[in-house]
């Protein structure tokens, strides 16, 4: 039987049907795992489902041994496996998009704003203390986002989705996007703008870009002074996009009007400055945890694996380059004698 190293246990159903056919190892521990770890439990797998929370470098993929063929990222990002590495191996990486994981995305995306722009967590705090002495006409005054101007920046397949849901709030939305995509602006009923434009007219930016060295700090003190007075920041794609320093410098002249981060430039770290802030709302990476959307996940992260190991091409491969010169050895249990036999 083939191993298959998940390196925490995540919800869902096929795991366990996996186990019917596979040698499935699953980390005890209930936390990210570090690197010699992952070798310890998991050498000779052939294959690995990993979360975002633990770091793919190619020493790793080396340390787990020739059989490792497939690294199955329990995320739709992937900036916590060196992919190029992984290439260079005959490694396939995959990853776990999918409707039910980008619209839970989406919608909390929306949360954030709304909380944000109503002050729905604030408020909730000053009832929950027992402050609330009557209906007053001043208290927790927001903004409405009826009408505002949205930025999104990654119009993807998340961005766009959030696109679509500003639409009912009769917004105007405006994108930045590497490439113009002008079947999508038609379809969505979105404008292209460059970035600093979008900065400078966007009540509220929205962040849907993949971490990547050309993003990293995109959110930085130069672009925040490019933003309208009072604007809102909202991130639920990957923490080092923004530069927090600037971002607290920001909140506390009243440049930005409020954040809403559901992902942190030093996860698992929450900025200890913005925590005390009222207009920041700091969520623990939860944008995509929905029953529906970690099920799927599950389901997706396994069918990679198996169809890896049983020779064929997986739907939601990172690296296809890497699929002419992926690591063939067979995992049927006759090839796995012979190859038993011949060590
Ligand atoms: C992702 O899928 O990349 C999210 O950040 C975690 O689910």
Same mark, same amino acid.
């Given at each position: 039987?083939?191993?298959?190293?998940?390196?925490?246990?995540?919800?869902?159903?096929?795991?366990?049907?996996?186990?019917?056919?596979?040698?499935?190892?699953?980390?005890?521990?209930?936390?990210?795992?570090?690197?010699?770890?992952?070798?310890?439990?998991?050498?000779?797998?052939?294959?690995?489902?990993?979360?975002?929370?633990?770091?793919?470098?190619?020493?790793?993929? *080396?340390?787990?041994?020739?059989?490792?063929?497939?690294?199955?990222?329990?995320?739709?990002? +992937? *900036?916590?496996?060196?992919?190029?590495?992984?290439?260079?191996?005959?490694?396939?990486?995959?990853?776990?998009?999918?409707?039910?994981?980008?619209?839970?995305?989406?919608?909390?995306?929306?949360?954030?704003?709304?909380?944000?722009?109503?002050?729905?967590?604030?408020?909730?705090?000053?009832?929950?203390?027992?402050?609330?002495?009557?209906?007053?006409?001043?208290?927790?005054?927001?903004?409405?986002?009826?009408? /505002?101007?949205?930025?999104?920046?990654?119009?993807?397949?998340?961005?766009?989705?959030?696109?679509?849901?500003? /639409?009912? +709030?009769?917004?105007?939305?405006?994108?930045?996007?590497?490439?113009?995509?002008? *079947?999508?602006?038609?379809?969505?009923?979105?404008?292209?703008?460059?970035? *600093?434009?979008?900065?400078?007219?966007?009540?509220?930016?929205?962040?849907?870009?993949?971490?990547?060295?050309?993003?990293?700090?995109?959110?930085? /003190?130069?672009?925040?002074?490019?933003?309208?007075?009072?604007?809102?920041?909202?991130?639920?794609?990957?923490?080092?996009?923004?530069?927090?320093?600037?971002?607290?410098?920001?909140?506390?002249?009243? /440049?930005?009007?409020?954040?809403?981060?559901?992902?942190?430039?030093?996860?698992?770290?929450?900025?200890?400055?913005?925590?005390?802030?009222?207009?920041?709302?700091?969520?623990?990476?939860?944008?995509?945890?929905?029953?529906?959307?970690?099920?799927?996940?599950?389901?997706?992260?396994?069918?990679?694996?198996?169809?890896?190991?049983?020779?064929e091409k997986p739907n939601d491969l990172v690296n296809p380059e890497a699929w002419l010169s992926k690591r063939i050895q067979a995992t049927d249990s006759s090839s796995r004698i012979a190859v038993?036999?011949?060590?």
């Open positions: 039987m083939a191993k298959i190293f998940v390196t925490r246990q995540i919800p869902g159903k096929a795991l366990e049907e996996l186990a019917k056919t596979h040698e499935v190892v699953v980390s005890p521990f209930d936390r990210p795992l570090a690197a010699d770890e992952i070798v310890e439990m998991g050498k000779g797998a052939e294959a690995a489902l990993t979360l975002l929370t633990e770091r793919w470098t190619g020493e790793l993929m *080396d340390q787990m041994g020739p059989n490792l063929k497939i690294i199955s990222n329990y995320a739709v990002g +992937f *900036d916590n496996i060196d992919v190029k590495a992984a290439t260079e191996r005959g490694i396939l990486v995959c990853n776990t998009p999918s409707d039910e994981v980008n619209e839970a995305v989406a919608e909390f995306t929306w949360a954030l704003i709304l909380s944000l722009s109503r002050r729905v967590v604030e408020s909730s705090e000053f009832a929950d203390k027992g402050a609330y002495r009557g209906w007053e006409p001043h208290i927790f005054l927001g903004r409405d986002v009826y009408s /505002k101007t949205l930025g999104i920046i990654g119009l993807g397949r998340i961005g766009s989705m959030v696109a679509r849901r500003a /639409k009912g +709030f009769n917004m105007r939305v405006v994108y930045y996007n590497r490439d113009k995509d002008t *079947d999508e602006e038609k379809e969505l009923g979105v404008e292209y703008l460059d970035l *600093d434009s979008l900065l400078g007219q966007s009540d509220i930016v929205s962040l849907h870009v993949p971490l990547t060295s050309e993003t990293r700090h995109l959110i930085n /003190k130069d672009s925040i002074a490019k933003m309208k007075n009072g604007a809102y920041l909202i991130n639920t794609s990957r923490g080092p996009i923004i530069d927090e320093h600037a971002v607290v410098d920001a909140l506390r002249s009243g /440049k930005l009007g409020g954040v809403g981060l559901d992902v942190h430039e030093n996860e698992p770290a929450t900025n200890p400055e913005m925590m005390q802030m009222e207009n920041a709302i700091l969520t623990p990476h939860i944008a995509s945890a929905t029953v529906e959307a970690r099920e799927k996940m599950t389901q997706q992260a396994v069918d990679a694996i198996v169809k890896v190991l049983s020779g038993a036999q011949a060590q």
